[in-house]
């Protein structure tokens, strides 16, 4: 597929054998500490809790992982991750991780733009949500440029320290 300037990436479903390369990125970018809820000091997964994690998701009919290669490297992942209560059973949140040198080449477009069609093509799937720290003005300029909308808003979800907090902007959309 073609992101942006030409730029190349293979968008496919994740594999078991992508379990180091999808925890070495995840790791890469809750280090950097600006868009992600988590801290590094709190993310101590263990390769086998992720490749658990991983083929449970691949076991799932409603959930996916999707994953953008550049180079045969993993440079950015999409999870679609649902709960398994009946009356939320038609809907799903999604998270979204690009590696810091990949960003801004239209990555995160195409992994979306993949992960939406599963969801379209998947016929217990009716809403995509998702949250975003509202400092990160380009994924929210992505979200609404794919068609999600607003429909909420947690004021001061995230404190980052003794007088900054963050708010969580709540979207969606309808496939």
Known sequence: MTAKNNVKA???????????????????????????ISVIEEYNKTLEQHQDWIRKIIENEREAILV???????????VFSSQNLKRL?????????IGKEHR?????????????????QNPLIEKVSLGVFS?????????KNMG????GRKIKEFKLNDNEYIDDILMYKFV
């Open 68 to 78: 953008a290669e550049m180079d045969s490297k993993v440079v950015g992942l999409i």
């Open 89 to 97: 059973s038609h809907t799903g949140s999604i998270t979204m991780m």
């Open 135 to 143: 400092t990160n003005q380009r994924a929210i300029a992505l979200y």
């Open 10 to 36: 293979n968008i496919r479903t994740v594999c078991l054998e992508d379990a180091t390369a999808v925890l070495d990125l995840q790791r890469e970018i809750v280090s950097e500490g600006e868009f992600f």
């Open 148 to 151: 999600f909308v607003e429909e």
């Open 104 to 120: 801004n080449l239209g990555i995160g477009k195409l992994l979306l733009n993949e992960l939406l069609t599963w969801a379209q």
